[in-house]
């Protein structure tokens, strides 16, 4: 490797607008990776709910338990 100033130095200044072009595509790209990832989980949890919803017996169908009273105790003294 021979040795330059471009090997040792930093480029010239780069301009603001390049700079907030870099920033807005990186941020939008990091977002947009996000929102895939997310909608791809929601859409395995989605259906991993319908699974076992068709699974499972549905508890709709089945009665309610029938709800027991206690008699009240009365101590006398």
């Known amino acids: 490797m021979t040795a330059t100033k471009d090997t040792f130095f930093k480029p010239g200044k780069v301009e603001a607008h390049d ?3 870099t920033t807005d595509h990186t941020a939008r790209a990091i977002i947009a990776a996000e929102v895939t990832a997310r909608d791809k989980k929601t859409e395995m949890l989605k259906a991993l709910r ?3 919803e068709a699974e499972a017996p549905s508890e709709a ?6 709800r027991t009273t206690k008699k009240a ?3 006398s003294v």
């Open 50 to 52: 319908m699974q076992r």
């Open 19 to 21: 700079k907030a072009s």
């Open 73 to 75: 105790t009365t101590k």
């Open 61 to 66: 169908e089945a009665k309610p338990a029938k």
